[in-house]
């Protein structure tokens, strides 16, 4: 059995949305609503790729630094601390935005909404035993 090339799966997915209107057709992820996020390493400085779940609120993406339920916070969620400025590439769509986690007081009602697109989220907070943090990408006009 050939061995699992991650850099080769995230191509074809991206491939594969790219072609499809920014949905996902195939594979263990077909249906679910991804987007592409490119941000600035916190300590290299390098462009970083990041293919992200995702809920709307309004105009807004929101995505959970969930790791998979991990007990630590993904990379990303650092990249976007220092340098918050991103690009995003979703539903057939790019543009710049900017990314912000959510405060305290909204992020109840933003976690629920997306466990409601994306049920396999809501065992996440108790297998990581950790609140994890939800982080909006705001469209830059």
């Keep these: 059995m050939a ?4 850099e080769a ?3 074809a997915l991206i491939e594969d949305m790219r072609a499809h209107g920014g949905a996902v057709t195939t594979g263990p992820l077909a249906g679910d609503p991804l987007l592409i996020m490119t941000a600035t390493g916190a300590k290299s400085g390098k462009q970083r790729r990041y293919i992200l779940s995702f809920s709307r609120d309004g105009a807004d993406y929101i995505v959970a630094a969930s790791k998979g ?3 630590t916070d993904p990379h ?3 990249n976007l ?8 590439e979703a539903e ?3 543009f710049d935005a ?3 986690v959510v405060s305290e007081a909204d992020r109840p009602r933003l976690w629920d909404a997306h466990v409601a697109v994306l049920p396999a989220f809501a065992d996440y907070p108790q297998k990581a035993g950790r609140v994890i943090p ?8």
């Design 98 to 100: 900017t990314a912000s």
């Design 92 to 94: 057939a769509r790019a």
């Design 134 to 141: 939800m982080v909006r990408l705001t469209p830059v006009s």
């Design 69 to 71: 339920g991990d007990p």
């Design 3 to 6: 061995a699992w090339d991650p």
């Design 76 to 78: 990303w969620l650092n």
């Design 81 to 88: 601390r220092v340098h918050p400025d991103v690009t995003v």
């Design 9 to 11: 799966f995230e191509n």
